[in-house]
């Protein structure tokens, strides 16, 4: 299965690189646009069919290595 | 003294710290491939600075992984010297050896300049040749020091003296405009609680000689072998 990853910073930290785009959308006229945040985003190739077992084996990645959980967050999608 | 220096694929302050601890501290030096498993014979560790692993998914996130710091850890938990320095400090941030995380500095930008810093705590491994409150002048090179930890384990730091470090002004005043990267607290520098594992984002191996016209990184450095030879001077009396 294809395995979909967003790991962006939490809620209240502040990010700065998403300011310094709300800043160049506000400039640009893009006015409604507000509270951007500046994540990244990861695929992998999971070879397992058992959701259950991929569910954990990609908690246990994102734990692990590919967020930091002192300032990061992280999403999954199993497709 | 025998000094380990690691040295991970993209470390590039390895020789700088090679070259302080043996040339002008007199001390032998090791360097230690981060493949190394063992720090046997070793009296203290640098995890020096650079680019480890290109800095691929977060600064020192792969570093930390490396075979050589299942030792580091074993070495800290047995009570051994371990020193980081920049990229140093965030892979031991990343390895748990020390609370928190970097951020990307509130600037955005890479920032490469001197700064000031004020020693919180004198009576460390690493600043025992300092006076209490006294100001350096030591240079930084990062773009990811904005030191961040959740409020209860910054209280914990400030409690605990564990913050070294902090950015000033020349005068010693800890202010907003003295603060090059946004840190939390204007923290440049903590020790774990056990004491014998620092990290700070400034590079005192950058500033360790008269030649180079500024000689406070050499007191951090200093104060490391002088605390050692002591120590070991005292268990050779007591023996």
Known sequence: ????????????????????IE????????????????????????DQTDMAKAEAEVKAMCEKLLANTVIEEYRCELV | MNIGVVVFPGSNCDHDCQYVFRDV??????????????LAGLDAVILPGGFSYGDYLRTGAIARFSPVMGAVKKFAADGGLVLGICNGFQILLEAGLLPGAMLRNESLHFICNDVFVRVENAATPFTGACKPGQVLKIPVAHADGNYYTDPVTLAGLQANAQIVFRYCASDGKVTPEANPNGSLDNIAGIRNAAGNVLGLMPHPERCAESVLGNEDGRLILASMVEGMNAKKGRAKALA
């Open chain 1, 1 to 20: 299965m294809k395995v979909k990853i967003h790991v962006t910073l939490k809620q209240g930290i502040l990010d700065p690189q998403g300011k310094a």
């Open chain 1, 23 to 46: 800043h160049a959308l506000d400039s640009l006229g893009f006015k409604h646009a507000a509270n951007v945040r500046v994540g990244k985003y990861m695929e992998l190739d999971l």
């Open chain 2, 25 to 38: 501290l007199g001390q032998d030096v090791t360097m230690v491939w981060h493949k190394e498993t063992s």
